[in-house]
């Protein structure tokens, strides 16, 4: 009897009883309180309302949980969550919230016995929860209605719902929304664009989940759809725009299908979020949040959403199963994202962009430095904020890591590799040493002669950058190299007919050292840098322009940072320009200015530069 009414309320044992699925409960997450090897959650039921007056989130949730011990206590994650009670198979019963950590929050605890089925907590967040920003109509396209969002990776989801906040577990869930009757909620699962809420919004995620993948948007949203299974959310003034700029998001798909399987959840929506957005993308299941930075016209920065299309595979279906092992999710990404944009748009132009993102990694490298452990792929983050792990490293190590092992196994070997790993490891977590193995008894072992051309261990737990980093190579920029040596010496201005953004970038990269106030005059006179709306060649025209104090830039620079909250961008800017004696003064007035439109994380990074970290 026990077991049935487990499988009716716990939609994930279909999942959980998988064969070699451990589901992650005996790895010690260093950024969790949670005691899932004890006791587990496995499905969550949510019940909120969003009052923008409190800037609070109140209601309660629905923990059904599954004791493996016998364990007399669960212990959850919160991070200045008002708990107000807590029930245990509906009976009151007293819990311990423990002192604050500043990065972990507090430990919730609560005790429980064997025949612990659910536990219910009400609760409220604070008006400055982590993970929540809530912005007024003036922070908004449509300048009419006031906007939420949640940004929950990598341990924010305690900010707002009271779990274990680790991606060693997953768990299905639901969720009921209240909000104001003339915004539409959103959440991470399977959408119905055609469900009318009149303030009250239902969702059921029926595949299980991590909780950093936990996501809510409240706003003035419309919706467009390509397909039966793809569209786009934005606000209304937004909604064109985004549906242009993407329109190649089913051939997006369908390339990705293509290379390492069927699409896992059900349905892929975009929904493009107000600028403030700290991140490019975020890879909410089944509707990916997204920055307004990368609408441009034409179409020349959409790889990022062929990045967090690829994270439906490599991250929401295998997931790393700490923070000190988020590379398994970025760096496979990446490399996914790059075969998507080479089936889609060529090699040439997937060339492009890889030698665009070596060049950074080569500068992140070099500005760490060779034997900063903090270039190994596998990080120990204890005591740190995982936080701390996703940078370039992550992503752009982890993706040449992985295209190292396609030029030495050949890439039918290496796909054939590729998806059965991610077939074999559905909605399961992974660690770094257990990715090594399974590689070694799936790749290495059958050939031999990989061994010889890749040091795993060197890519994995090694420093710096190994010997066997794949050469990059762009027929695309050996013209633009040109013209920037022709430039650098005389000044000439170049041809840019057909040029796309990657080109500029490229270009003002290469000229960037050479920069002086005069050359900058040229350029910008030219091809008028300080005013373009491409935010990738902004943020490099204003690196340039605090380099050589341009100050015909300084007061769209200004406008930048208190219109975007992409911390890409802005966080270089500031850090730059804090670093220069004669623009601090300025810089910081222009910080405290733009400060309250930010996001918690983007404050977090650049409070910590101007506090000298």
């Not at 492009?352 to 034997?371: F, I, R, W």
């Not at 590729?418 to 074999?424: R, S």
Request: charged letters at 20%; glycine letters at 4%; one cysteine or more.
């Amino acid at each position: 009897m026990k077991s049935i009414l487990f499988l009716m309320l716990i939609p994930f044992a279909m999942f959980a009883d998988k064969p070699g699925d451990e589901r992650g409960v005996n790895i010690k997450d260093a950024h969790s309180y949670s005691n899932p090897a004890e006791i587990v959650v496995q499905h969550l039921d949510l019940n909120l309302k969003a009052d923008f007056s409190t800037k609070k989130l109140v209601g309660f949730v629905d923990l059904q949980v599954k004791n493996l011990t016998d364990a007399d206590t669960l212990r959850l994650d919160t991070y200045n969550l008002k708990i107000e009670s807590v029930k245990v198979n509906d009976a009151p019963v007293k819990f311990i919230l423990k002192p604050a950590d500043e990065i972990l929050g507090s430990e919730l605890d609560i005790p429980v016995t064997a025949s612990t089925k659910v536990v219910t907590i009400n609760y409220e967040t604070s008006p400055d929860a982590r993970a929540l920003q809530w912005l007024s109509p003036e922070q908004t396209a449509g300048k009419i209605y006031p906007f939420l969002f949640t940004q929950s990776e990598a341990i924010l989801a305690r900010s707002w719902i009271p779990l274990q906040d680790t991606p060693g577990i997953k768990f299905t869930w639901t969720a009921t929304i209240h909000c104001p009757k003339e915004l539409m909620a959103l959440m991470s699962c399977p959408q119905n664009p055609k469900q009318i809420g009149n303030g009250n919004y239902s969702f059921k995620m029926p595949l299980p989940v991590p909780s950093y993948l936990m996501a809510l948007s409240i706003g003035d949203l419309a919706y467009k759809a390509y397909d039966n299974r793809c569209g786009i959310y934005a606000e209304p003034v937004m909604l064109g725009k985004a549906f242009h700029e993407f329109s190649d998001l089913p051939a997006m798909i369908a390339s990705a299908e293509q290379l390492y399987g069927k699409y896992p959840w059900i349905q892929y929506d975009v929904l493009v979020l107000p600028p403030s957005f700290p991140f490019g993308g975020m890879e909410n299941p089944c509707v990916t949040f997204a920055t307004p930075t990368i609408i441009t016209g034409d179409r020349s920065l959409v790889s990022l959403i062929a990045h967090e299309l690829a994270h439906s595979w490599s991250g929401n279906l295998v997931t790393n199963a700490t923070w000190n092992d988020f590379w398994l999710n970025e760096g496979f990404t990446v490399y996914f994202e790059s075969r998507i944009m080479e089936k889609i748009y060529g090699k040439d132009y997937a060339d492009m962009l890889n030698l665009l993102s070596q060049n950074e990694l080569k500068h992140t490298v070099a500005v760490m430095g060779d034997n900063n452990p903090d270039t190994k792929l596998f990080l120990d983050l204890k005591g740190r904020d995982p936080d701390d792990g996703m940078g370039d490293i992550a992503y752009e190590k982890g993706r040449f890591f992985l295209m190292a092992l396609e030029e030495a196994a050949g890439r039918d070997v290496w796909d054939a590799f590729l998806k059965k790993y991610f077939e074999e490891h559905r909605f399961q977590t992974m660690t770094t040493e257990k990715f090594v193995k399974y590689l070694d008894a799936n790749l290495l072992q059958e050939n031999p002669l990989i061994k010889q051309k890749v040091n795993v261990d060197e890519w994995v737990y090694g420093t710096g950058l190994p010997k066997s980093l794949p050469v990059i190579k762009s027929r695309y920029f050996d013209t633009v190299e040109k013209a920037a040596a022709a430039f650098i010496k005389t000044s000439a201005i170049p041809d840019t007919t057909r040029w796309t953004t990657h080109h500029y970038l490229h270009f003002l990269r290469t000229v960037a050292p050479e920069m002086t106030y005069e050359k900058a005059v040229a350029l910008d006179n030219h091809f008028h840098f300080t005013q373009i709306q491409n935010s990738e060649i902004a943020f490099d025209w204003f690196m340039i322009a605090i380099a050589c104090h341009y100050k015909p830039a300084y007061q769209a620079l200004e406008n930048f940072l208190n219109t975007v909250g992409r911390r890409k961008y802005i966080a270089p800017l500031y850090r730059k320009a804090a670093a220069d004696t004669t623009l601090k003064p300025w810089i910081e007035k222009v910080y405290q200015t733009a400060r309250p439109g930010y996001h918690a994380v983007a404050v977090k990074t650049i409070d910590e530069i101007f506090e000298g970290k």
